[in-house]
């Protein structure tokens, strides 16, 4: 058999480890828990699985590793060293026979042959001194470590936010379904009402095509409805990394809805991005201390042992080397000066980041307030308006079955009620989403 061609069982092969291999990762990014979903489940499944908080904790990790970098200047460093040469350069040689104690007056100092040697050493040097750098940087990457934390706290925190809003859209728009359904129902009974009083002749047609025609148009909402109810669905569903048609089957009793209260406090002082904008100007002050650092002397420690060995010679020998060595920068093209500019460039730049940041939390702050009073008085008044709405309807439908009132007036009332119901539902979900973001804005989970 050719060696470009392929068996079919070596391809099934293939297919299958691939198709394992997918479910495999597919399990690794968290398990999924069993319908009805709750709130705080959806919270617990974005938080471990979704792509903007993996991200945020890889990048914490970077800043984690640079700790251990920069906190690596602390402790001395060893080298091994080993190598085997063979030579006849005079001078070279000449510096192999002493190391090897090997040295005779027959040695031709002009022509000492072809000579070999096998070394070996272990040095260790240590920083005695480095000016601050060394603890410069230290404080610089801690205080980004500090930073890359917070940045986790607030990747988690925008998702909530975007999680709560995605599954106050699935029970919002369930809602409405349910409305329409509900009002649907009542259409239709009104429309068997109708039947029967025309066929007894006490109904005119047109009284019942009115009722046929809003019928029609409340089915033609249903659908719009339920595709909203969809397309809410899947909004969650890629937020939890789940595959569009996932079942999102949302518990009918959610304590987590009630559990959103509001901040005793409104402040933006715990707020992640606020802090890591601090933690980053804190970055930014030591890396000039640092570059400062390059202007002063470093003191270095040094020992090394090493161990030689000839074979044309037949000779061996040992030596060790030990000592302090000191360093002064005294010209360096205006290296270092240009290093500081730019560390003290980036402090500036991260002192308005925060200073610019500051405000627009504030902002936020502010009309998250405004947003949740709004929505607070706009659940009350939709409450309202659906009991009256509800008392309408009820006394309009005896009046219709007792022949007292018309159906393009019944329709109206039917139509009245569950423009309520809708109102009701999208209020309430306004207020919880509101009253979410309010938490968010304040830094408080959304959860308590």
Do not use: C
């Amino acid at each position: 058999m050719g060696a470009g061609k392929r068996k079919p069982g070596r391809r099934r092969t293939v297919l299958v480890l691939l198709m394992l291999g997918h479910a495999l990762s597919g399990a690794e990014s968290g398990p999924v828990p069993e319908a009805p979903w709750t709130l705080e489940a959806a919270l617990e499944r974005a938080r471990a699985v979704h792509p903007d908080a993996e991200m945020a904790r890889a990048r914490l990790a970077q800043a984690e590793a640079r700790l251990a970098q920069a906190q690596a200047g602390n402790l001395p460093r060893v080298d091994l060293r080993a190598s085997y040469v063979q030579t006849t350069d005079p001078m070279q040689g000449f510096g192999i026979i002493l190391s090897q104690g090997t040295f005779d007056n027959t040695i031709d100092f002009n022509d000492p042959g072809q000579l070999d040697n096998l070394s070996g050493a272990v040095e260790g040097r240590f920083r005695l001194y480095a000016g601050g750098a060394r603890k410069a940087r230290i404080g610089a990457a801690e205080a980004a470590r500090a930073a890359g934390e917070d940045r986790v706290a607030a990747a988690e925190a925008a998702l909530a936010d975007a999680v709560v809003k995605a599954y106050f859209g699935i029970r919002q728009a369930d809602k409405v379904v349910e409305s329409l359904r509900s009002g649907l129902r009542v259409l239709e009974e009104n429309l068997r009402v109708s039947k029967a009083k025309e066929a007894a002749g006490e109904l005119i047609r047109t009284e019942r095509l009115n009722l046929e025609v809003q019928v029609a148009a409340m089915r033609r909402e249903l659908l719009s409805g339920e595709h909203r109810a969809r397309l809410a669905r899947h909004r969650l569903a890629f937020l939890l990394d789940l595959p569009p048609r996932a079942d999102l089957a949302l518990a009918d009793t959610d304590p987590g809805i009630k559990a959103i209260v509001p901040p005793g406090r409104l402040s933006i002082e715990n707020r992640a991005e606020l802090r890591a904008a601090r933690a980053a100007v804190e970055a930014a002050e030591d890396k000039v201390r640092a570059a400062q650092g390059g202007r002063l002397p470093t003191v270095d420690a040094f020992a090394n042992y090493k161990a030689n060995k000839g074979y044309r010679r037949d000779g061996d020998g040992t030596s060790w080397t030990a000592g302090v060595s000191v360093s002064l920068p005294v010209f360096d093209g205006q290296a270092t000066r240009s290093q500081i500019a730019e560390a003290r460039a980036g402090l500036r730049e991260a002192e308005e980041r925060l200073r610019r940041l500051r405000r627009s939390l504030e902002v936020d702050l502010e009309e998250a307030r405004l947003a949740h009073e709004l929505a607070v008085e706009q659940r009350e008044v939709a409450r309202r308006q659906q009991a009256q709405a509800r008392e309408a309807a009820e006394l309009s439908r005896e009046r219709f079955a007792a022949g007292t009132l018309l159906s393009t007036e019944l329709i109206g009332v039917e139509s009245r009620l569950v423009e309520a119901r809708t109102q009701l539902a999208l209020a309430t979900a306004r207020e919880r989403t509101a009253l979410a973001h309010l938490r968010r804005v304040t830094g408080l989970s959304i959860l308590p």
